[in-house]
Antibody, heavy 117, light 110 residues
Framework: QVQLVQSGAEVKKPGASVKVSCKTSGYVFTTSGISWVRQAPGQGLEWVGWVSPYYHRTDYARNLRGRVTMTTDTSTGTAYMELTNLRSDDTAMYYCVRDPNRHFDYWGQGTLVTVSS | QSVLTQPPSVSGAPGQRVTISCTGS?????????VHWYQHLPGTVPKLLIY???NRPSGVPGRFSGYKSGTSASLAITGLQAEDEADYYCQSYDNSLSIVFGGGTKLTVL
């Protein structure tokens, strides 16, 4: 069965960086893109960006370009999302999701990133 | 301010039919991009409910259906059940913004 398992919760200070991992299994990693979606406390879902493990292409949300980097390791089936220069409004649950065609069919369990001084 | 507009809340009694609207524009839904729906139950991970406008993933009951026309889409839930109480999000693609979500609709089962 398809599974996406994310790394654990992180607490960071403003201005720091965070890197979240997403280990996939149960499907051929290069056959589907991976997107990242976040949800701030009490807010709705927000798309963060997308990476293609096959084409090594990325697409990032306009408001995060310059601060977010998404990569993949095809040897381990793992995707990574790094967010730099963290601000308090980056505090959110971050989900990695399998993105076969601009929609999200399998979700990771979520990684809570808290930005606080 | 979300690119796709959903009502903040809807409600219905058990057994009733409710619909949740999702209004976009000519740069997203109206441009022909598919609409997808997610159900987010409290304390759980969001779940794909409808993909490609009107397709249900395996395991999703037939009580859930999707519809798209012009620059809008809607999710219909028939035979409302207590366990349907959740937040519902529509999602599509936008020519300028890539993937976009609606602001979410809280469904309350009375």
């Amino acid at each position: 069965q398809v599974q996406l398992v994310q790394s654990g919760a992180e607490v960071k200070k403003p201005g720091a960086s965070v890197k979240v991992s997403c280990k996939t299994s149960g499907y051929v990693f290069t056959t589907s893109g991976i997107s990242w979606v976040r949800q701030a406390p009490g807010q709705g879902l927000e798309w963060v960006g997308w990476v293609s493990p096959y084409y090594h292409r990325t697409d990032y949300a306009r408001n995060l370009r310059g601060r977010v980097t998404m990569t993949t390791d095809t040897s381990t089936g793992t995707a990574y999302m790094e967010l730099t220069n963290l601000r308090s409004d980056d505090t959110a649950m971050y989900y990695c999701v399998r993105d076969p065609n601009r929609h999200f069919d399998y979700w990771g369990q979520g990684t809570l990133v808290t930005v606080s001084s | 301010q979300s690119v796709l507009t959903q009502p903040p809340s809807v409600s219905g009694a058990p057994g009733q039919r409710v619909t949740i609207s999702c209004t976009g524009s000519t740069s997203n839904i109206g441009a022909g991009f598919d609409v997808h729906w997610y159900q987010h139950l409290p304390g759980t991970v969001p779940k794909l409910l409808i993909y490609g406008n009107n397709n249900r993933p395996s395991g999703v009951p037939g009580r859930f259906s999707g519809y798209k026309s012009g620059t809008s889409a809607s999710l219909a839930i028939t035979g409302l059940q207590a366990e349907d109480e959740a937040d519902y999000y529509c999602q599509s693609y936008d020519n300028s913004l890539s993937i976009v979500f609606g602001g979410g609709t809280k469904l309350t089962v009375l």
